[in-house]
């Protein structure tokens, strides 16, 4: 659906994965319309997934995962996430101070 939009607009990238997505993403407004809507529904499906998926790729991705390495580079770059992504580490963050507090009444 999107062959002509990624040759066009996103030809560097692989013809798959997130980096295409991130691209295809970026020039959304120009997309045709079939591809337009096929992006926005896979954007949508892995957003469900994970809603820091996209944001992992553009300020994480040379962190190893593990030990909570991924999710300090997204608290430390707090300012930069996506509103979505920003909400799942707020909250998150939220929980955690929650479970502190809870320890020490106990």
């Known amino acids: 659906i999107c062959l002509k939009d990624i040759r066009e607009k996103c030809s560097d990238f692989e013809f798959k994965g997130k ?5 295809l993403m970026s020039k959304k407004e120009t997309l045709e319309d079939k591809c337009k809507k096929n992006i926005t529904k896979k954007v949508d499906t892995a957003l ?3 809603p820091c998926v ?4 553009k300020n994480c991705r040379e962190v190893k995962r593990g030990e909570y390495r991924v ?6 770059r707090r ?5 979505v ?11 955690i101070e ?3 507090k809870n320890k ?3």
């Open 85 to 95: 992504c920003g909400n799942a580490i707020d909250k998150k963050v939220n929980m």
């Open 79 to 83: 300012q930069k996430l996506s509103t």
């Open 19 to 23: 980096k295409l997505l991130l691209c």
């Open 48 to 50: 469900k997934r994970n």
């Open 54 to 57: 996209f944001d992992i790729e």
């Open 71 to 76: 999710f300090n580079c997204l608290k430390a």
């Open 98 to 100: 929650k479970g502190k």
């Open 104 to 106: 020490v009444k106990k």
